[in-house]
């Protein structure tokens, strides 16, 4: 009876691994097919948001941005700019042409919101002025709260602020760009201080440049 019952585990055990072993691979192989497509379609997504918050300009990736922004980066996730900007990440920095010479950057970031990350898109000018804002992705936000942070009559309230202020958010709806105030998302304060930490970040990375 003993051995039976031996016999049996092993054969569970081999079992199991077995099964393991396949469903390992056949993720491994659905990851391998989907990879590229996933990375091509949030290039395309990143690519047209740049042409929608820097218009009429051309963009292109340059080495000494690229190390700056790392090591920027680095500061930032130390609290060596601000201990309360720890989690903005400054994902990639491209320069923005226009009419054959540089005019800005376009940017694109994340801070953490109420579920998750919330990633922008950002143009700001050569002098340290937001031109463009669109969410990327909000959509760990919670639904008709957080994620409402996509829609311009919100996000636009950024467009005009500039690298000499230090961006805040109000709940009483008196938000200005006099003295760069954002009026909160209605109960997503979560979601809007994000938002505004990053473009914060973005902003005083724009302004290390000069």
Same mark, same amino acid.
């Given at each position: 009876?003993?051995? #039976?019952?031996? *016999?049996?585990?092993?054969?569970?055990?081999?079992?199991?691994?077995?099964? %393991?072993?396949?469903?390992?691979?056949?993720?491994?192989?659905?990851?391998?097919?989907?990879?590229?497509?996933? =990375?091509?379609?949030? $290039?395309? @997504?990143? #690519?047209?948001?740049?042409? @929608?918050?820097?218009?009429? =300009?051309?963009?292109?990736?340059?080495?000494?941005?690229?190390?700056?922004?790392?090591?920027?980066?680095?500061?930032? @996730?130390?609290?060596?700019?601000?201990? &309360?900007? /720890?989690?903005?990440?400054?994902?990639?920095?491209?320069?923005?042409?226009?009419?054959?010479?540089? =005019?800005?950057?376009?940017?694109?970031? &994340?801070?953490?919101?109420? +579920?998750?990350?919330?990633?922008?898109?950002?143009?700001? /000018? #050569?002098?340290?002025?937001?031109?463009?804002?669109?969410?990327?992705?909000?959509?760990? $936000?919670?639904?008709?709260?957080?994620? #409402?942070? /996509?829609? $311009?009559?919100?996000?636009?309230?950024?467009? +005009?602020?500039?690298?000499?202020?230090?961006? *805040?958010?109000?709940?009483?709806?008196?938000?200005?760009?006099?003295?760069?105030?954002?009026? &909160?998302? &209605?109960?997503? /304060?979560? %979601?809007?201080?994000?938002?505004?930490?990053?473009?914060?970040?973005?902003?005083?990375?724009?302004?290390?440049?000069?």
């Amino acid at each position: 009876m003993a051995n #039976n019952e031996k *016999s049996t585990l092993v054969h569970d055990a081999i079992a199991l691994f077995i099964i %393991t072993l396949v469903a390992g691979v056949l993720l491994g192989a659905v990851y391998m097919i989907t990879k590229d497509p996933i =990375a091509q379609a949030e $290039e395309k @997504a990143t #690519n047209e948001a740049y042409a @929608a918050v820097y218009k009429d =300009a051309e963009f292109a990736s340059d080495d000494a941005l690229t190390q700056a922004l790392n090591s920027f980066q680095s500061d930032v @996730a130390a609290g060596n700019i601000d201990a &309360s900007y /720890t989690d903005v990440e400054l994902v990639e920095a491209r320069t923005a042409s226009a009419g054959g010479s540089q =005019a800005g950057y376009v940017i694109k970031a &994340s801070g953490k919101g109420y +579920g998750g990350a919330v990633t922008i898109a950002l143009g700001i /000018t #050569n002098e340290g002025e937001v031109l463009g804002i669109q969410i990327l992705d909000a959509s760990n $936000e919670t639904p008709g709260l957080g994620q #409402n942070s /996509t829609k $311009e009559d919100w996000n636009g309230q950024y467009v +005009g602020m500039t690298a000499s202020q230090t961006l *805040s958010v109000v709940k009483d709806g008196s938000g200005s760009k006099d003295n760069g105030t954002i009026n &909160s998302i &209605s109960g997503a /304060t979560i %979601t809007s201080s994000a938002v505004t930490r990053t473009v914060n970040v973005a902003l005083k990375f724009v302004a290390s440049q000069q």
